[in-house]
Each structure stands twice: as structure tokens, then as C-alpha cells.
């Protein structure tokens, strides 16, 4: 049973339309008219075949469909696995028809002859079953692989958009809004040249969050460069208290991972710390010899809880999932708190 739950439905399906009329035709090819003359050769042969085909169906076939789908998963491979499964299912069938020869001369079967013509003709049919059946079978297949993926696009486009909702809305809110342009005004008045800078870095902020729903992934430089004109905008306000360590192989660089990333990471950090002269907050971000970008943090939670949807986190780790490249991993004791996350290779 363990086999069987691993066919789609459409699988089983498919094969109980087909069966049932390569039986009654491979029969024929065995025994003659007498197949259709006398009920009980039909009754006798029709059970035989269908337990031997049945059992090949379950137990070879459907196991070599199993391993070719294994190891050509991709929607992309569908023509390539068909070309190396047809040939592996027509092998095992031909040994399966021999073998069905043999046990019927065995049996005795009434009317049964071993006839060239009949046992070429029988091969044929086995081998055009095949290619009939596997069309259909990776045909469907291919479409449920075709809409599984258009399904985790719109899951993917969805959360996407849901993380640039949410980075947006928090930085648009009151609060930062306030935040930022107390910070700009006493720029201003202190030192013009700073003030500048910051619009620029503010600038560079909002134009990658207007961006970041235009692709699934982006490079590692792409969401570093963000990331530092993210932080400048909270150093600003925060001063020598938050300070950020950068430790990144120069080979990941141009590896890829979700836009925002890094942005929720680091909000995430600095919502839920403390960050005082006296308790400096320390963002540390680096690449690991495994190829996965670990962003961690000096742990000193708030004394008041401050409340969280966790739509950072989840929404990270979904995207994740959606694309189907690993896992994030989350580690916290009372001294460190980090998350770790794999780096894609690009296309």
C-alpha cells in the first residue's frame, strides 16, 4: 500500500482505463479465438493476466516510474526522463509477456499454442502500451508539476509583496517618519553635508523597497548595499550604540537569497533590543564555508515586551520554503541571538 499512495490519482486512474482492454487484446494474442468462445479460458486467463500485469503495474513499473521522477524532477526534465523511461518500461514488459508465454504453455491453457507470429505481435503491443502509457502518464504529470509551480509563484508573489507591505509600512509609519526628519532637521542645522548624505541613504532605501517585488531573489551585494544605507538611517539615531560587523566571503557575493532579508533581520533586531551607551547593540553579519549568511545580534531583550506579528521571520522562512532551497535555521541563548540562512547559486 506504501507504493500505491505515492501514484497520483490520475495515475491510477489512467491505468485502470488501459488495462483493462490490453488485457482482453494480450489474451487474444495468447490463446486464439477460444479466448472469446469459451467462459471458462476467458474466465481462467483473464484472471491470470490481470494479477500478472496488476502486480507488474505496482511492483516494476510503477517503481521505475518512481525513480525517474525521483531523479528527473523538474518540470523542465519532462522530455528527458520520458526518453530514458520509455525504453526501461519496455524492457520489463517483454520479459513480464515472455514470461506470461511460458506460464500459460505451463498452465495448459485450452486452445494455447506458441505461435512466433502471435508472441511478436504480443511484444509489439506490450512495446506501443508502454509508450502510450507513459505519454499519458508523465503528460499528466508534467501538467500537475506545471500548475504546482504556478501555485507556488502566486505564493511566492504573494509573500513577496506581504514582506514589501510590511518593510514598507513600517518605515512610512508616524513613528519612523518622525524619527527621520527630527534626525534630518538637526542635520541640517549641524551639518549640512551629513543632512545630504542622509537624504541620499533615505533615498536608496525607499528605492529598493519600491523595487524589491520585481524579482523572487536578488544578489547578496544587492540586499549589503541596502542593508548599509538601512543602518545608516538607524545609526543616525542611534549613534555609536547600534553599530553593524560585516564579515562576507567576497565568493558569495553574487549568490542570491530573497529581497528584504537582511531589512526585516535587522528590524527585527532593533525592535526587540535594548540599545543604550551603556548595552551598545552589535548586528553582525557573515558568511559561513557551507555558503549560508548568518546575522546575529548581542541578546538584551527589552523589559517590556514589544508586541510582534512575527511576520519577519515567518515570511523569510516561507519564501524559503516556496522556493524549495533549504531552511532557515533560528538560535538563541541568553547571550547571542541568530538566524542563518542558505545562500542560492544563480542561474
Known sequence: MKLLVTYTKQDIWIALALLPAYILLMNYLLV??????????FARATTVSTVVFGLAYQL????????????????????????????????????????????????????????????????ALGALMNIVVTCIHEGVYAFELWQQKLLETEKLRKANLQSQFE????????????????SLSSLIEEDAELATQFIDEMSNV??????????????????LNFATSYFHLLSTRYGSNLRLEEEIDPAYRRYMLPPLTLQLLMENVVKHNVIMPQQPLYIRLNTTVDGRLVVSNNLQRRPIKVPSSRIG?????????????????????PQRFSVSLPLLVSD
Not at 525607499?206 to 540586499?223: C, G, K, Q, V
Open 32 to 41: 486464439g479465438s477460444v479466448y472469446f468462445s469459451d467462459i471458462w479460458v
Open 313 to 333: 521571520l515567518a515570511n523569510i522562512a516561507s519564501k524559503y520554503s516556496l522556493l524549495g532551497q533549504g531552511e532557515i535555521d533560528i538560535d538563541e541563548n
Open 206 to 223: 525607499y528605492r529598493y523597497l519600491l523595487r524589491s517585488n520585481e524579482s523572487e531573489l536578488t544578489t547578496l551585494e544587492s540586499e
Open 60 to 123: 516494476v513499473h510503477a517503481r521505475i516510474g518512481f525513480w525517474f521522477r525521483k531523479q528527473f524532477s523538474h518540470f523542465k526534465q519532462t522530455p528527458k526522463r520520458m526518453l530514458l523511461m520509455i525504453p526501461a518500461h519496455i524492457v520489463c514488459n517483454l520479459a513480464i509477456i515472455s514470461g506470461l508465454f511460458f506460464l500459460y504453455k505451463a498452465a495448459g491453457f485450452k486452445g494455447y499454442v506458441y505461435d512466433l507470429t502471435s508472441f511478436e505481435w504480443a511484444l
Open 167 to 182: 518593510s514598507l509600512k513600517q518605515q512610512i509609519n508616524p513613528h519612523f517618519l518622525f524619527n527621520c526628519l527630527n
